[in-house]
């Protein structure tokens, strides 16, 4: 037997075994999530801002009429892209709520008052934006949201009232806001038109974000406490959790629920810069430190992933999001900017 042969059979089998094994075992690359974010950018004089916003940090303004215009919020569907806000005219004698599809503007309301869209939500083919518009010949806004164009008024037209958040759950809508008398503002959620009160009246109160999980519904917002601070919370089928620090000012403006997680990103402030927030199951996450104040206006969850949207100042208020508490600075240039609106694919 020539066992050299054999020796160098059996070799050049293990080496090809392992190498093999090597391949099978490769992990694949994981796949990049691009981030948008909506919000606006200033002009070089610091006095106009123009509806924007930018995916991977890449900026597309949406208007470049001569009137102040800012977007408030941003969704995918499919391969479109939905921007939701407000257009005014350079004497600011109106603003329209409007949406943009893939950057084409589609107005919702009229051209002789005032209106801002403030949130948007796609079902299907059927579009829903969230906001308020300003009663004719009447100072007061009255909450509403358009379908496909149409609006659905929510509040009482004898008060003042704005929507600032909307979801669909199945063949229900659901939109989170607040409503006052001028003396006082009640936080709410509606619930297919009908108004569902979260606070009781005593103090001024406002809700942000509404977000349904199963039969819960948790809203965002604030309280002001009975020593004039304004105290973020959410409630979960009107219960209230506080969230915020009793002897300092917070809001809280996004809530979200992944698994068995209650996500919630706002803002603190005392007498020195404020500071962006994620609380994580009521635990407060700082996402600015003192020397560099910050905002968070919204937040999403991918994956395990965790990405808060908002702003920094750091020579001036540039729009931001951080990942799992790592800051992206997404516009560098010497302009304003700010990112109400996150949406992660």
Not at 4 to 25: E, R, V
Not at 84 to 113: C, F, M, Q
Not at 258 to 263: K, P, S
Request: aromatic fraction near 12%.
């Amino acid at each position: 037997m020539n066992y050299f042969k054999l020796f160098s059979t059996l070799l050049l089998f293990s080496i090809l075994f392992q190498a093999c094994k090597k391949d099978n075992s490769i992990v694949p690359a994981q796949t990049k999530k691009d981030v948008y974010l909506a919000g606006y950018i200033s002009d070089a004089s610091l006095t106009k801002t123009s509806a924007a916003f930018w995916k991977n940090n890449t900026i597309t303004i949406l208007d470049n009429s001569a009137g102040n215009s800012k977007a408030n919020g941003i969704l995918l569907s499919g391969n479109d892209v939905y921007v939701v806000g407000t257009i005014a005219d350079i004497n600011y004698t109106r603003e329209i709520a409007v949406y943009w599809k893939n950057s084409i503007a589609i107005p919702l309301s009229g051209n002789l008052n005032y209106a801002n869209g403030t949130a948007l939500t796609v079902n299907g083919k059927d579009i829903y934006v969230a906001g308020q518009e300003q009663q004719q010949g009447d100072w007061r806004y009255v909450a509403k949201y358009w379908k496909n164009g149409t609006p659905v008024v929510l509040g009482d037209i004898s008060n003042t009232s704005y929507a600032n958040s909307i979801v669909i759950v199945g063949n229900d809508v659901y939109v989170a806001g607040t409503e006052g008398d001028g003396t006082i503002s009640v936080a709410k959620y509606w619930k297919n038109g009908v108004a569902i009160n979260l606070s009781n009246g005593a103090n001024w109160a406002n809700a942000y974000s509404v977000f349904v999980n199963g039969n819960d519904v948790y809203v965002a917002g604030e309280e002001y406490s009975n020593n004039g601070n304004r105290i973020a919370k959410y409630w979960k089928n009107g219960i209230p959790v506080l969230l915020g620090d009793a002897s300092k000012n917070s809001m809280a403006t996004s809530i979200t629920i992944a698994g068995n997680d209650i996500y919630v990103s706002g803002t603190e402030y005392t007498n020195g810069p404020s500071t962006a927030k994620l609380w994580k199951n009521g635990t407060s996450i700082d996402l600015t430190g003192a020397a560099d104040g910050g905002y968070g206006n919204a937040s999403y969850i991918s994956g395990a992933d965790t990405f808060i949207a908002g702003s920094v100042y750091e020579t001036g208020t540039h729009a931001a999001y951080w990942k799992n508490g790592i800051r992206t600075i997404a516009d560098t240039s010497s302009l304003q900017t700010e990112a109400n609106g996150i949406f992660v694919k």
